[in-house]
DNA sequence: AGCACGCCGACT
DNA sequence: GTCGGCGTGCTC
């Protein structure tokens, strides 16, 4: 008996088994192959499978077995490594392996739909226009053009014939007399050809040396170049040498990372088919990307996160460009990093990685410095541009006008005199993050979340920042009718009206999630600012990714008090990363920048550790610190959390999973918790955790199964939901 | 997660 | 009498 063992999209971690569909003969069973698609009745309804194995025989008993309903694909829609790589996160992130294959496929193929035949878009003689003698159509010479065509190469592709001076009018007619159809073309497959590029310096040059003679085997190079220092040199150099072997490579860019600037950069550089994945893709864009990908048509593919699990023909690199950006984790679901996972990806191709940033992670250093990365640094500013100077402004008793001291105001009207622009650092949208009343003590709070509304004047509104929760302003306050409500705090939108009134000879240019709704919003205010007038730029961390702004020769973090009392143990590192990268926005092309850290606490160690060390040697002591607490990268976590309408069931439940796990310890794991999330209700459910801390690897490989295991026997109260995160990134 | 079944309140 | 509320249980 043969049984196929399926991957079936659904949140149970177990794959499923089916018999063969009953028309399919004995031959065609023995040329199933593992990573094709099946339909099946799954319960009451139909799914599209994966299958993973056929197998001899099932544990079910045969006459609960299901017959699947059909075979829809005779080659497998993932190469064999990246099917290993689904199942190796399955079982790393222990995450379903069916919602696994489930993002690693696009939404076409997932529906069922057929792969298409990739090709461009041609045509050829319909049966009546084979029909016809060579000079036909002498009355209308472009339609006798377009046969002649036709009828000396069977298919041409309608940018052929464009390029012959046929428009598709012309063809249109034709196709309307029957005498050609449509038709895909297939596409030869080209070599991608790299232009010459820039000059390298002697640590540039080292790296693509050293990093280009691993090509053809496994190996993670860890790339550290402060900003400005030419890595993305560094990474087109890698590809040209990576397309002159006839391979492919994958880049990878964080959410928002991708400017258009830099795009243009890949496009100028190289001749060569290069495809982008992002969110922003429609289904059938992203599949035809996909499949180029597939396919090997495209010689460069370059995307988000999920862009990890896009399948190549020939694998020949992998580039993470700013590895530490946190929107490589996934923050929901499917909880996988994608820079972790592009590393093994890499294992599985015998390709090398590229991990590329001007603040790596402390992972990424620690891996580098026990010798299983390669660590290249590209310590020079390429053109020779001097790294900014951070000073900090010590505010206490200084008087404050929506943020600013009167120092920083006087700083900034100095630079914009000069003609240069400004950036301002400020994590905070809306007006005011909270709304008082001065009389009672009122506090506007969301009713589903332990957290207070922020204040979002234009709209007149108070809005929940962690739900969907929002209500109109009120003039009064509701328990005690004054009207003496008075706003704590200051965001984006109350400081842009500062610096209006304040500097109205200079445009200011608000950049956050509420500024830049449009999908071209930030490219448009990219463009505009770089025409170079002297400008205010002032926006939350959606101003620190992506974009260059040459002319900003001033950066001041308006709050850097916000940044330094963080609950998580990684708040120090991403506090430095934060501000490394917003330093480096400052100064370019050979011009000094300045960069002003507002602050009421000057002699924190970490604020002193901003102005007077580098990140490296933060990153040093912080690798220290983690090291002595068996934190990151020293130790492994792995994070279960609970969310429950009432407060006490879902730390009831990790208190019995605690109990459980403890009653079987496994050497070299402990528990911590469970305790109430940093925030403890969120849309109207209570959250509670359970971190596990294991010493290393080998103890958490071991925990993770264990943890689900015992979650899963659990007996569920209703409404109770659970969730495991393995190497969490944020601990809420 | 879906999608059913099932068993109690207010509608024709 | 039945339409529908969402609690509970299952998916090879
Ligand atoms: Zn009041
Ligand atoms: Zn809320």
Request: hydrophobic share 40%.
């Amino acid at each position: 008996m043969s049984v196929l063992r399926l991957a079936v999209p659904t949140p149970l971690r177990r794959l499923f088994d089916y018999l063969p569909p009953a028309e399919l003969s004995e031959q065609e069973l023995a040329g199933l192959k593992p990573g094709i698609r099946v339909r099946v009745p799954f319960g009451r309804r139909e799914l599209i499978a994966i299958l993973v194995d056929v197998a001899e025989q099932s544990t079910v008993p045969t006459e609960q077995l299901k017959a699947a309903l059909e075979i829809l694909d005779s080659e497998a829609l993932l190469p064999q490594s990246l099917q290993t790589l689904c199942h190796w996160s399955s079982d790393y992130y222990q995450h379903p392996i069916g919602e696994v294959f489930s993002a690693a496929l696009p939404k076409r193929l997932r529906k069922g739909l057929p792969v298409q035949e990739q090709g461009e878009a041609a045509w050829q003689l319909s049966d009546r226009g084979k029909g016809l003698p060579e000079g036909a159509l002498p009355r209308s010479p472009k339609q006798a053009a377009a046969l002649a065509l036709l009828q000396q190469q069977t298919q041409v592709s309608t940018a052929t014939m464009k390029a012959q001076g046929i428009s598709t009018a012309v063809l249109r007619s034709l196709r309307e007399k029957s005498l050609i159809e449509a038709c895909t073309m297939p596409i030869a497959p080209q070599a991608g050809i790299s232009r010459e590029g820039l000059p390298l310096n002697d640590d540039q040059r080292q790296a693509v040396e050293g990093i280009a003679a691993t090509l053809g085997e496994f190996q993670c190079h860890l790339l550290e170049g402060v900003t400005g220092s030419g890595k993305t040199e560094v990474y087109l150099q890698l590809i040209s040498h990576c397309l002159a072997q006839g391979l492919q490579a994958l880049v990878l860019v964080p959410e928002i990372g991708l400017s258009p600037q830099t795009l243009d950069r890949f496009r100028e550089r190289f001749d060569a088919h290069i495809v982008v994945l992002h969110s922003g893709l429609a289904e059938g864009q992203r599949y035809r990307a996909w499949e180029a990908a597939r396919s090997g048509a495209a010689h460069i593919v370059i995307g988000t996160r999920s862009a990890v699990f896009t399948p190549l023909a020939k694998p020949g690199l992998i580039v993470v460009d700013e590895e530490h950006d946190s929107s490589y984790k996934q923050q929901d679901g499917f909880r996988y990093s994608a820079r972790d996972l592009s590393i093994k990806r890499g294992q599985l191709h015998n390709c090398p990685v590229v991990l590329g940033s001007a603040t790596p992670a402390l992972e990424s250093l620690h891996n580098a410095q026990q010798g299983r990365y390669w660590h290249f640094q590209l310590p020079q500013r390429a053109g020779g541009a001097t790294l900014p100077q951070i000073q900090c402004l010590d505010i206490r008793r200084e008087p404050l006008q929506a943020g600013f001291s009167a120092t920083l105001l006087a700083r900034i009207a100095e630079v914009l005199q000069q003609g240069d622009q400004v950036l301002l650092f400020l994590n905070r949208r809306g007006y005011a993050p909270s709304l008082q009343c001065h009389d009672c003590g009122w506090v506007a709070e969301c009713q589903s979340c332990d957290a207070r509304l922020t204040l979002h004047l234009r709209q007149r509104q108070l809005r929940c920042h962690h739900c969907a929760a929002y209500r109109a302003l009120p003039n009064r306050c509701p328990d005690c009718h004054s009207s003496q409500l008075l706003t704590t705090g200051v965001g984006t939108e109350q400081a842009e009206r500062l610096l209006q009134q304040h500097f109205t000879q200079w445009p200011t240019y608000r950049v956050d999630s509420d500024s830049m709704r449009g999908r071209y919003a930030m490219e448009e205010l990219a463009a505009q600012v770089n025409l170079g007038e002297p400008c205010l730029l002032l926006g939350t961390q959606m101003l620190t990714k992506g974009h260059h702004f040459p002319k900003v020769s001033l950066v001041a973090v308006m709050d850097a008090d916000a940044l330094l009392f963080s609950a998580d143990f990684r708040g120090e590192e991403r506090m430095a990363q934060l501000l490394t990268q917003v330093a480096g926005r400052a100064g370019r092309a050979g011009r000094p920048g300045q960069v002003i850290l507002q602050t009421h606490h000057p002699d924190h160690p970490a604020v002193q550790a901003m102005l007077h060390q580098s990140y490296a040697e933060q990153a040093e002591r912080l690798l220290a610190q983690r090291k002595a607490n068996g934190l990151p990268p020293a130790g492994q976590l792995i994070m279960l959390r609970s969310d429950c309408v009432d407060a006490a069931t879902g730390e009831e439940f990790l208190l019995q999973l605690r109990r459980q796990f403890e009653a079987e310890p496994i050497s070299g794991c402990q528990l911590i918790g469970p305790l109430p999330s940093p925030m403890p209700r969120r849309q109207g459910r209570h959250r509670s955790q359970l971190m596990l801390s294991a010493t290393g690897r080998p103890a958490a490989l071991r925990a993770a199964p264990r943890l689900v295991a015992l979650a899963e026997a659990l007996p569920k109260a209703r409404g109770l939901n659970w969730t495991i995160d393995v190497d969490p990134s944020e601990l809420s």
